[in-house]
């Protein structure tokens, strides 16, 4: 799934620059600039990094990308605005 449409950066890139050892959103912004236009993506990022921080620390990693329904209804309504 798309998180910043601004930027072209999916789930998964921030799943994989997470997994290659960027430990906080700062971190993936370096290396994929998500978040860093309009904005309002960041707490959908922000939520992917954290999930997979969560999974690669519990062993239970699987890939699976963002759960969005651990978003809160604002957060939502920018990613499907922004689609």
Known sequence: ?????CKAVTD???EA????GAQSLSQV????AVST???RCESA?????DQTLAKAASGQFNGSG??????NSAD???LVYAA
């Open 17 to 20: 620059s997470v997994l290659a």
């Open 76 to 78: 939502l309504a920018a």
């Open 45 to 49: 990022a922000q939520l992917v990094v």
């Open 1 to 5: 799934m798309y998180i910043c449409l």
């Open 12 to 14: 998964h890139d921030i």
């Open 29 to 32: 912004q370096k290396q994929l």
């Open 37 to 39: 236009g309009c904005g």
């Open 66 to 71: 963002l759960n969005i329904t651990e978003l």
